[in-house]
């Protein structure tokens, strides 16, 4: 018989074995201080084992994982094909903390991802440091050609190559530029119940940006601005700021509670004893009771005109005067002040409703969180860290076809972090009423209606003004509407009957050729007949 595939054809016999292990050698540590070092190990094992892909996930504590380096024969992956493993492979090489081997005569059967993803065998190892064993990430190739196969050669060189591959992420980490991918996806998840450490809140990629800028401001006492739209974390950012500080006392205020100057200074400045009616005891204010530490302002844009001035003066000279101060000489604090506001602080000094000179003390270092659109690719790591704070104990995952939902366009999340959460808790809550032992969360699980009700409406394709709804001539747009499915299921099965013949007939590759999930395939092929007409 002729043996057709890369893995065939390449026999690993001791001498190619190892030719290939000092190939990885050379690369890995002649690169360890770049990305390039576990790009190159990765594209040696796809070609060595001559497998469809390759990944390296990271792993935090509480189980959560994501993929961070992905290579298949041609290269580097596409960011939704990342999502396209095995969960339950990777899960096992976790739990049962060495190599895991699976393949259609495995005694454990194949998943659902296995099945849809046509995975034919698959390999996983935990990446352990070498001090204190513990697990940073997993090593993870899977084969989907049907004419591959794996032999106790391609399992020896795989195992080899996982603890070279966790001594580059150990050494990474001493380097301090591992430590926010290892962090990853417990920092993309906002903490509702207490606020998050900065390192994990930043070290997402997306906010790599403000994170150097953080890092540059933390033992400086200016001034900081942190701005970002409602439901970004900007609150918990300037909080994580101040815990990260050497600097003690913290103290959090919100601002604009009250529109009475006095109320105000009080507020920020303390009084005396008699100050006005009702002041029977002396008391200290916000920046008193700061002094030596940091003062956290949340909602800056809500300070009236004249308190915006008295803060003014307190950034300038760092001196203040509580109400029934009669000294000659005003008291002062050494406060390092944050700000945060979700307005458009532009907009309100161009309007006369914020002072610039103000402004411009406040913000000495700007920091603006980005909104939720603008990082998409954090949002499977951002819900399944909502999923294991909620409920720790079941192992939650997210289905293929939701990461792709997720990683999509199809929503703008206006509501950012924030929405997020309320959407994942109450899918989380559909899922497990339906199910009360389901672990894996998937589309159908959605309210997507608490989706769309806040995203911002769609701009209409000006060719569909043709179908404006007219009460009085229901029947004809409906005709036409009928008209236009036709066309439309006509060409959608010009694409369905070519993707089918490009694989050869193979729902799954088939699907993967026009990105979609497998389910959703076999569901348009049903609707639209085509198998009945192919027989």
């Not at 994982?65 to 095995?86: F, L, N």
């Not at 006005?276 to 300070?303: H, K, M, P």
């Not at 003014?312 to 000489?329: I, K, N, S, V, W």
């Not at 499977?380 to 294991?388: C, I, K, N, W, Y």
Request: glycine letters at 8%; hydrophobic letters at 40%.
């Amino acid at each position: 018989m002729v043996e057709t595939s890369l893995a065939a054809r390449r026999r690993l016999d001791p001498a190619t074995l190892w030719e290939a292990m000092r190939q990885l050698l050379d690369r890995l540590f002649g690169v360890l201080d770049s990305e390039a070092g576990m790009n190159e190990g990765l594209q040696i094992l796809v070609d060595v084992l001559g497998a469809d892909r390759a990944f390296i996930l990271l792993v935090h504590a509480d189980g959560s994982s994501q993929v961070v380096k992905g290579r298949d024969p041609k290269g580097a992956v596409h960011a939704t094909e990342s999502e396209e493993i095995s969960r339950t492979i990777v899960a096992r090489a976790l739990a049962e903390g060495g190599p895991v081997r699976w393949d259609p005569m495995s005694e454990h059967g194949a998943s659902e991802s296995v099945i849809s993803l046509g995975i034919m065998a698959a390999l996983a190892a935990p990446l352990q440091a070498q001090k204190g064993r513990e697990t940073r990430g997993v090593l993870y190739v899977d084969f989907r050609d049907p004419r591959k196969f794996v032999t106790d050669q391609h399992i020896e060189f795989f195992e080899s190559a996982a603890p070279l591959l966790g001594a580059v992420l150990e050494q990474r980490d001493r380097l301090g530029v591992v430590r926010e991918q290892l962090q990853e996806v417990r920092a993309h998840a906002i903490e509702t119940t207490s606020a998050p450490r900065l390192d994990t809140l930043l070290s997402p990629p997306s906010l790599r940006g403000i994170h150097r800028e953080v890092a540059s401001a933390l033992a400086g006492t200016a001034s900081i601005l942190v701005l970002g739209e409602s439901g970004t974390g900007k609150t918990l950012l300037a909080h994580a700021i101040a815990e990260a500080s050497p600097r003690r006392p913290i103290v959090r205020a919100m601002l604009g509670g009250s529109d009475d100057l006095n109320t105000i200074t009080s507020e920020l400045f303390g009084h005396e004893r008699g100050a006005f009616s009702g002041a029977v005891a002396r008391r200290a204010g916000l920046v008193e009771l700061a002094r030596g530490g940091t003062l956290v302002l949340d909602e800056i844009l809500n300070l009236t005109p004249n308190a915006q001035k008295l803060l003014l003066d307190f950034t300038q000279f760092g001196t203040y005067r509580p109400l029934g101060h009669d000294r000659a000489e005003p008291k002062k604090a050494d406060v390092r002040l944050i700000a945060a506001t979700n307005g458009d602080l532009e907009a309100a000094i161009r309007d006369g409703r914020f002072r610039a000179d103000l402004y411009y003390r406040l913000a000495a270092v700007t920091l603006v969180m980005p909104p939720l659109r603008e990082r998409r690719e954090d949002l499977p790591s951002l819900a399944e860290g909502v999923l294991r704070r909620a409920d720790p104990t079941r192992g939650w995952q997210l289905s293929l076809p939701l990461r792709r939902l997720l990683l999509s366009e199809a929503f703008d999340w206006p509501g950012n972090v924030r929405q997020l959460e309320r959407v994942i808790q109450r899918a989380r809550e559909r899922a497990v009423m339906v199910d009360p032992s389901c672990a894996t969360l998937a589309p159908e699980h959605l309210d997507l209606r608490a989706i769309e009700r806040t995203a911002t409406p769609p701009t209409r394709d000006p060719s569909f003004d043709r179908f404006a709804i007219d009460k009085d001539r229901l029947e004809e747009t409906w005709t036409q509407l009928q008209a236009e499915r036709v066309k439309i299921e006509a060409v959608e099965q010009e694409a369905i009957e070519a993707a089918l013949e490009k694989t050869g007939g193979n729902v799954t590759r088939a699907a993967r050729e026009l990105g979609i999930a497998r389910t959703t395939l076999a569901s348009r092929i049903e609707v639209l007949g085509l198998g009945r007409r192919k027989g």
